[in-house]
């Protein structure tokens, strides 16, 4: 790569003037496309530097920048000397520390989780947010942290998928694997990663059978006593779940305010979902208006941790022959009702799907017809038993 391949210009904004009109001389750096800013100890007033700078007798600022210039020259032939990979980002810390910022493998995921963090709550939800911290934490398992970034390579890459697929199905696996595979991707895009470690890795997504309680089942759960305040509580939530389709970030923002009653007294619920923003109508079955009831329409949420933790608990003592976790709570209700008879395109807007093609069915429901077509499926009356 020769001097002429990347373009260096300088600014001197109004918008960063100070209170006495004064702001920082910026130097950018653009290389393959690559942009880094770099501000440089000297102030002016910008009207005059816009001037100085297009001035045809030569003046003290030209002198100042011509020198940055030379300097810079002298920092890429340097570079290039010492097989020193230049990008704008590896060209910007030489010039200001001497030499390339030593990037630890924290140092790569603090950057990344630094852009996800900002868009927390916008272009992501705080759950997926979330979903790439844990990556990184199952990651820092596999490899030190503080190991430099060219320690990531296939081997690593292998064994994380190992470890991952030990301990989550490979939907999960997957996830986890993906986020880390970005965080490469943005170390490669900053020049501080030269060889892709996911070369050869496929990540694949097997097909997972979605599984859910019989009534039987439920059955069990609902009437077993576990002698413990406790998991009796968790019992409940497991209970109204079931009960509601809701997920458990959408339970867990529930407040009294939220529950509608329809003219027969029957409990539903219409907000939006916490994971997708999309609008559904979930009506509570009689077991979960009694879960509601017993606890005057304040359910006693708990982390999702500890709730996932205890229903395995409840697992083991019922002899529950699947795994019981709170998205099969909400796979059971769908089946529920389907079982029921109720169509499927109801069943869709009971659960708040995304689908494009499903929402072509919700068009043509309102909340009141969902909730009297539940209700006729359950052959509910206003006391909410069988007519």
Not at 216 to 228: M, S
Not at 236 to 247: E, K, T, Y
Not at 294 to 322: H, M, Q, R, T, V
Request: charged residues 25%; proline residues 3%; glycine residues 4%.
């Amino acid at each position: 790569m020769t001097h002429t391949t990347f373009n260096v210009s300088f600014y001197c904004r109004k918008s960063r003037a100070d209170k006495s009109g004064l702001a920082p001389v910026e130097m950018s750096i653009i290389i393959n496309g690559q942009r880094e800013l770099v501000p440089l100890p000297r102030k002016e007033r910008p009207e005059q530097f816009k001037t100085a700078v297009t001035s045809r007798r030569r003046t003290d600022i030209q002198d100042y920048l011509e020198a940055v210039r030379r300097r810079l020259n002298s920092i890429v032939t340097e570079m290039m000397e010492q097989g020193i990979l230049l990008t704008a980002q590896t060209l910007r810390s030489y010039f200001q520390y001497g030499g390339v910022k030593f990037f630890t493998i924290q140092t790569l995921f603090d950057e990344y989780l630094e852009i996800v963090h900002k868009k927390d709550g916008a272009e992501l939800t705080h759950r997926t947010v979330r979903k790439y911290e844990m990556a990184r934490d199952r990651f820092y398992q596999v490899i030190d942290k503080n190991k430099p970034v060219t320690a990531i390579n296939s081997t690593t890459i292998a064994e994380y998928m190992r470890v991952l697929r030990l301990d989550f199905n490979s939907v999960t696996a997957a996830g986890y694997a993906q986020k880390v595979k970005a965080v490469v991707k943005y170390g490669m895009t900053k020049g501080v990663i030269k060889i892709n470690p996911f070369v050869g890795v496929h990540i694949r997504k097997e097909s997972k059978d979605v599984q859910f309680l019989t009534e039987d089942e439920l059955a069990l759960i609902r009437d077993t006593d576990f002698k413990n305040d406790s998991i009796n509580r968790i019992r409940d939530l497991f209970v109204f779940q079931a009960a509601s389709g809701l997920s458990y970030c959408d339970m867990a923002t529930l407040v009294p305010e939220d529950f509608q009653h329809n003219p027969d007294g029957h409990v539903y619920i219409h907000k939006r979902r916490a994971k997708t923003n999309i609008f559904y109508t979930s009506v509570v079955l009689p077991d979960g208006e009694a879960v509601l009831e017993k606890y005057n329409y304040n359910l006693p949420i708990i982390s999702n941790n500890k709730y996932n933790a205890y229903l395995k608990f409840i697992k083991d003592i019922c002899e529950i022959g699947k795994p019981l976790h709170t998205h099969i709570a909400r796979h059971s209700y769908a089946t529920r009702c389907i079982n029921a008879g109720i169509r499927l395109e109801v069943v869709q807007k009971l659960m708040g799907h995304t689908s494009s093609r499903q929402c072509l069915h919700y068009a043509k429901l309102v909340e009141r017809n969902i909730v009297d077509e539940v209700q006729e499926a359950f052959d509910m009356n206003s006391e909410g038993i069988k007519k």
